[in-house]
C-alpha cells in the first residue's frame, strides 16, 4: 500500500510549517512518504482547532478516509493525533504509527548530521573543559576567610520603641470557624470579621463544586458504593477513570464531604492508576457537571433571553453526537437559546444543557451587548450664505 498524506482545514502558516517538518520526519523513515493534494492521499491532516476544521474532518469521516487531527487537546475525536506544537521527530513518530496500522513497519533514523556533529563535538567539549578548569584555592586563603567571619562583632540589638498611649480596643465579633482554624472561633474587629464573612467562599457540596480549581489539592481517591474508581490529581488537574462518561452521571448526585476524598500515598497511586488508564484532563469531569447541573434550563444567574457564543471550538464527546451540531450553529456567532435551537434542529434543553456545559469549562461567554449610540443630528450653521442675503 502507498503511502500517502495530505493536509487540509488550515491557515497558510501553520500548511507551511507542517510541510517542513514532514519533509525532516520523511527523510528520518528513509522518504517512504510521499505528500500530495488531499483529494488524492490515503490519510489527511485536519487541524481540528481551526475553525472549519472539525467540518472538515467530519466531511473525510462520512466519506471513510482515515484522518489525523492536528490539535493543542490532549485528545480527539479523530484515528490519530498530531499534538500541537510539533517538530520534524514527532511527524516521524507519528508517520511510522500511521504506516504500522496499514501493515507497513518503518524504522526511523536519526536527521543528517547529528552523528557526525556529535562526534566532532565530544572532543571539543573536553578541551574546553581543560581550558576553564579552576585553580584550587588556596587553604590559607579560606582560612583567612574563616577567621574574619568569626571576629566579626555582633549584630546591635534595635532599641525598643517609644512607648505610645494606648488606644481605646474597636468592638470585637466572632467568625464561625474555618479549616485552617482547626474549629476555634476567632474574635476580630465587626469590619474586618464582616468583610471575612461576606468574602467567604460557599462550601463544596456536590461533585461538581469539589471538581472547582481550588477546592482539592493533592492526590485523592473517590468511589461509589457501584461503579468505577475515580484516581483525582488535583494539583496536576488531571485524573485517571474510565473513557466513557455517561456512567459517571450518578457521581455528580447528591451532597459530599472531604471525607468522601481518600488521600492516596506516592506508592499506591502508582499502582492503582495504572490498571484505571492513561491521565485524562479535569475539565472532562467539569463539563460533565455542568452538563448535567440545569437540568434542561440554564444556570442560575445566567438570562434565559440573553446571547452565548463559543469562545473557541470544543471537545466534542462521542457519546453525545448532537453536541457537534450546536457547537456549528454557536460558532457562527452570539445567539439566544431559541435561536440556537432553530439553527440547529436540536431541542432547547438540550442547547441549554450543552451551554451550561461550556461555560463551566471556559468554552462559552455570554455576550453583553453594548447600547447603540445615539447621534444628535447636525445643527446647521446660522450664519450661513443664505442667512446673510436674507439679512440684504
Given at each position: 500500500?502507498?503511502?500517502?498524506?495530505?493536509?487540509?482545514?488550515?491557515?497558510?502558516?501553520?500548511?507551511?510549517?507542517?510541510?517542513?517538518?514532514?519533509?525532516?520526519?520523511?527523510?528520518?523513515?528513509?522518504?517512504?512518504?510521499?505528500?500530495?493534494?488531499?483529494?488524492?492521499?490515503?490519510?489527511?491532516?485536519?487541524?481540528?482547532?481551526?475553525?472549519?476544521?472539525?467540518?472538515?474532518?467530519?466531511?473525510?469521516?462520512?466519506?471513510?478516509?482515515?484522518?489525523?487531527?492536528?490539535?493543542?487537546?490532549?485528545?480527539?475525536?479523530?484515528?490519530?493525533?498530531?499534538?500541537?506544537?510539533?517538530?520534524?521527530?514527532?511527524?516521524?513518530?507519528?508517520?511510522?504509527?500511521?504506516?504500522?496500522?496499514?501493515?507497513?513497519?518503518?524504522?526511523?533514523?536519526?536527521?543528517?548530521?547529528?552523528?557526525?556533529?556529535?562526534?566532532?563535538?565530544?572532543?571539543?567539549?573536553?578541551?574546553?573543559?581543560?581550558?576553564?578548569?579552576?585553580?584550587?584555592?588556596?587553604?590559607?586563603?579560606?582560612?583567612?576567610?574563616?577567621?574574619?567571619?568569626?571576629?566579626?562583632?555582633?549584630?546591635?540589638?534595635?532599641?525598643?520603641?517609644?512607648?505610645?498611649?494606648?488606644?481605646?480596643?474597636?468592638?470585637?465579633?466572632?467568625?464561625?470557624?474555618?479549616?485552617?482554624?482547626?474549629?476555634?472561633?476567632?474574635?476580630?474587629?465587626?469590619?474586618?470579621?464582616?468583610?471575612?464573612?461576606?468574602?467567604?467562599?460557599?462550601?463544596?457540596?456536590?461533585?461538581?463544586?469539589?471538581?472547582?480549581?481550588?477546592?482539592?489539592?493533592?492526590?485523592?481517591?473517590?468511589?461509589?458504593?457501584?461503579?468505577?474508581?475515580?484516581?483525582?490529581?488535583?494539583?496536576?488537574?488531571?485524573?485517571?477513570?474510565?473513557?466513557?462518561?455517561?456512567?459517571?452521571?450518578?457521581?455528580?448526585?447528591?451532597?459530599?464531604?472531604?471525607?468522601d476524598f481518600a488521600p492516596v500515598d506516592a506508592a499506591t497511586w502508582a499502582r492503582e492508576t495504572a490498571a484505571a488508564g492513561?491521565?485524562?484532563?479535569?475539565?472532562?469531569?467539569?463539563?460533565?457537571?455542568?452538563?448535567?447541573?440545569?437540568?434542561?434550563?440554564?444556570?442560575?444567574?445566567?438570562?434565559?433571553?440573553?446571547?452565548?457564543?463559543?469562545?473557541?471550538?470544543?471537545?466534542?464527546?462521542?457519546?453525545?453526537?448532537?453536541?457537534?451540531?450546536?457547537?456549528?450553529?454557536?460558532?457562527?456567532?452570539?445567539?439566544?437559546?431559541?435561536?440556537?435551537?432553530?439553527?440547529?434542529?436540536?431541542?432547547e434543553a438540550d442547547v441549554a444543557d450543552f451551554i451550561n456545559a461550556n461555560l463551566a469549562t471556559g468554552y462559552a461567554e455570554?455576550?453583553?451587548?453594548?447600547?447603540?449610540?445615539?447621534?444628535?443630528?447636525?445643527?446647521?450653521?446660522?450664519?450661513?450664505?443664505?442667512?446673510?442675503?436674507?439679512?440684504?
Open positions: 500500500m502507498s503511502l500517502t498524506l495530505g493536509l487540509t482545514g488550515m491557515d497558510p502558516a501553520t500548511e507551511t510549517a507542517l510541510k517542513a517538518a514532514f519533509d525532516d520526519g520523511n527523510a528520518r523513515l528513509g522518504g517512504a512518504w510521499r505528500l500530495l493534494p488531499e483529494a488524492e492521499a490515503d490519510h489527511v491532516v485536519v487541524d481540528m482547532d481551526s475553525m472549519y476544521g472539525p467540518m472538515s474532518w467530519l466531511r473525510l469521516h462520512a466519506a471513510g478516509r482515515h484522518v489525523i487531527g492536528l490539535t493543542s487537546a490532549a485528545r480527539s475525536q479523530t484515528e490519530f493525533r498530531l499534538g500541537r506544537p510539533f517538530d520534524g521527530a514527532q511527524v516521524a513518530e507519528l508517520l511510522a504509527e500511521v504506516a504500522r496500522s496499514v501493515g507497513v513497519e518503518l524504522a526511523a533514523t536519526p536527521a543528517p548530521g547529528i552523528g557526525s556533529a556529535a562526534a566532532n563535538a565530544a572532543p571539543a567539549a573536553a578541551e574546553q573543559h581543560e581550558a576553564v578548569a579552576p585553580a584550587p584555592v588556596a587553604a590559607n586563603a579560606m582560612s583567612a576567610a574563616l577567621d574574619a567571619v568569626e571576629a566579626a562583632p555582633p549584630p546591635v540589638a534595635p532599641a525598643p520603641p517609644a512607648a505610645v498611649a494606648a488606644l481605646p480596643e474597636p468592638p470585637m465579633q466572632a467568625v464561625p470557624p474555618d479549616e485552617d482554624s482547626g474549629g476555634t472561633v476567632e474574635m476580630l474587629p465587626v469590619e474586618e470579621a464582616e468583610e471575612l464573612i461576606e468574602e467567604a467562599p460557599p462550601v463544596p457540596d456536590d461533585l461538581a463544586a469539589w471538581l472547582r480549581p481550588g477546592a482539592l489539592s493533592g492526590r485523592v481517591r473517590f468511589r461509589r458504593a457501584s461503579g468505577p474508581t475515580l484516581f483525582i490529581d488535583a494539583d496536576n488537574d488531571r485524573w485517571h477513570g474510565p473513557t466513557p462518561l455517561n456512567p459517571l452521571a450518578g457521581y455528580f448526585e447528591g451532597a459530599l464531604e472531604a471525607s492513561a491521565p485524562q484532563p479535569l475539565a472532562r469531569l467539569r463539563w460533565l457537571g455542568g452538563l448535567l447541573a440545569g437540568g434542561g434550563a440554564l444556570l442560575p444567574g445566567e438570562d434565559p433571553a440573553g446571547r452565548f457564543a463559543l469562545t473557541k471550538w470544543p471537545q466534542t464527546e462521542r457519546e453525545y453526537p448532537r453536541h457537534f451540531r450546536i457547537a456549528t450553529a454557536m460558532m457562527k456567532g452570539p445567539a439566544t437559546v431559541a435561536e440556537i435551537a432553530e439553527a440547529s434542529g436540536i431541542p455570554a455576550v453583553v451587548e453594548a447600547p447603540p449610540v445615539v447621534e444628535e443630528p447636525v445643527k446647521a450653521r446660522a450664519g450661513g450664505l443664505l442667512g446673510r442675503l436674507r439679512n440684504r
